[in-house]
């Protein structure tokens, strides 16, 4: 099985760029965007002057819990830049969601309370809500991490979006809000309440 296959059956369809926009991602983005695989792991990630965002990151089935998506994200943080990352809400029923969000949560990941994310998808044409994940080496505020969001969004999910999907996204103004005064709660404090 490929990168890209792994990736499509882990992670929902809405969630999923084409393969060709990841491989144009890979080519014309090739200071930025990069693709980090083993027989055992897949991870996408763009690296920026200010910050990381991962894209993607698969472990395989037989091989988690064995610190491999660890080391990864021990990796990452050696670069000493904020790392950001998209996961789904919560939901009690998919206990790979849990897994996911304990994962972050043990390697010292912030949920972004003053953040909203919420983009429809040209696969499904539905809305896809969205959190945002975020570690920071120095304290980086979530004003700083929004604006780091936006920049993603601009130059990796919409590159080139009309031409590969015949559409285009939404913009990052329609996607993405900051409110400090509407503060959500922690998406880790929703794992402890479900442990009660």
């Given at each position: 099985?490929?990168?890209?296959?792994?990736?499509s059956?882990?992670?929902?369809?809405e969630e999923m760029?084409?393969?060709?926009?990841?491989?144009?991602?890979?080519k014309?983005?090739?200071?930025?965007?990069?693709?980090?695989?083993?027989e055992?792991?897949?991870?996408?990630?763009?690296?920026?002057?200010?910050f990381?965002?991962?894209?993607?990151?698969?472990?395989?089935?037989?091989?988690r819990?064995?610190?491999v998506?660890g080391k990864?994200?021990d990796?990452?943080?050696?670069?000493?830049?904020?790392?950001?990352?998209e996961?789904?809400?919560?939901?009690?029923e998919d206990?790979?969601?849990?897994?996911?969000?304990?994962f972050y949560?043990?390697?010292?990941?912030?949920h972004?309370?003053?953040?909203?994310?919420?983009?429809?998808?040209?696969?499904?044409?539905?809305?896809?809500?969205?959190?945002?994940?975020?570690?920071?080496?120095?304290?980086?505020?979530?004003?700083e991490?929004?604006e780091?969001?936006?920049?993603?969004?601009?130059?990796?999910?919409?590159?080139?979006?009309?031409?590969?999907?015949?559409?285009?996204?939404?913009?990052?103004?329609?996607v993405?809000?900051?409110?400090?005064d509407?503060?959500?709660?922690?998406?880790?404090?929703?794992?402890?309440?479900k442990?009660?």
């Open positions: 099985m490929n990168w890209y296959e792994k990736l059956k882990y992670f929902p369809i760029k084409s393969r060709e926009h990841m491989e144009l991602l890979l014309e983005k090739a200071d930025v965007y990069f693709k980090d695989e083993s055992n792991h897949v991870l996408m990630y763009a690296e920026f002057d200010h990381l965002f991962i894209d993607y990151l698969y472990v395989a089935a037989n091989t819990g064995q610190g998506g990864l994200i990796r990452m943080k050696k670069k000493g830049k904020p790392i950001l990352l996961v789904e809400p919560l939901q009690y206990s790979d969601s849990k897994k996911r969000l304990r949560e043990r390697q010292g990941f912030q972004a309370q003053t953040i909203g994310y919420n983009r429809r998808s040209l696969a499904t044409d539905k809305e896809n809500p969205m959190e945002i994940l975020y570690w920071t080496p120095n304290e980086e505020s979530e004003k991490i929004f780091a969001m936006r920049d993603m969004y601009e130059q990796i999910h919409t590159y080139k979006d009309r031409q590969l999907y015949g559409e285009a996204y939404q913009t990052s103004d329609e993405l809000t900051f409110s400090k509407r503060a959500k709660d922690s998406i880790f404090n929703a794992l402890e309440d442990q009660k």
